[in-house]
């Protein structure tokens, strides 16, 4: 990802700050802003920290989504926690905030493509089929501290050979 781009991400947060900042009357600490985050998630706001973190795969990959959709997002849940404390993360409060300030519907999750940040999976089975575990839940499962049983059949899942 290039410097630019992480400018161009820089200069969305601080707009959208700079925005509810007039909207309330009120001035709001700028994040810290990192492009560190992984996995599948695109972008994650630490309340107590004032710090947002962006997934740099997804965002080299989902420019224009980041910038209309993800920062907004991101923003809304710092703000909530700045206005309301703690409350639900994506509650009645940060529904209005997405409204009002960027005339955005909240959604939970995103919808990009993940396949290029998704971790290596293992195949496991029951009495009703095939189920890929995370390399997370395999590890816990060789490690002895974890079984896991199909919500379908009720049978414990075990690892193919």
């Given amino acids: 990802m290039s410097s630019?781009?992480?400018?161009?991400?820089?200069?969305?947060?601080?707009?959208c700050i700079?925005?509810?900042?007039?909207?309330?009357?009120?001035?709001?600490?700028?994040?810290q802003i990192n492009f560190n985050q992984r996995g599948k998630i695109a972008g994650s706001a630490r309340l107590q920290l004032n710090e947002l973190r962006f997934n740099p795969i997804l965002l080299s990959e989902n420019f224009d989504a980041f910038l209309n959709e993800v920062v907004p997002h991101e923003v809304c849940h710092l703000l909530a926690y700045q206005l309301f404390g703690k409350v639900r993360p994506h509650g009645r409060e940060w529904q209005n905030l997405m409204l009002k300030l960027f005339d955005l519907r909240g959604q939970t999750y995103h919808r990009m493509d993940v396949s290029s940040v998704t971790g290596r999976h293992f195949n496991y089975h029951c009495q009703c089929g095939k189920v890929k575990l995370s390399i997370r839940r395999h590890n816990k499962v060789i490690r002895g501290q974890q079984q896991y049983i199909c919500r379908k059949c009720a049978t414990e899942l075990t690892l193919d050979n």
């Fill in 18 to 31: 700079d925005h509810a900042s007039s909207y309330f009357g009120k001035n709001f600490p700028l994040p």
């Fill in 4 to 15: 630019h781009t992480q400018q161009l991400i820089i200069n969305k947060v601080e707009h």
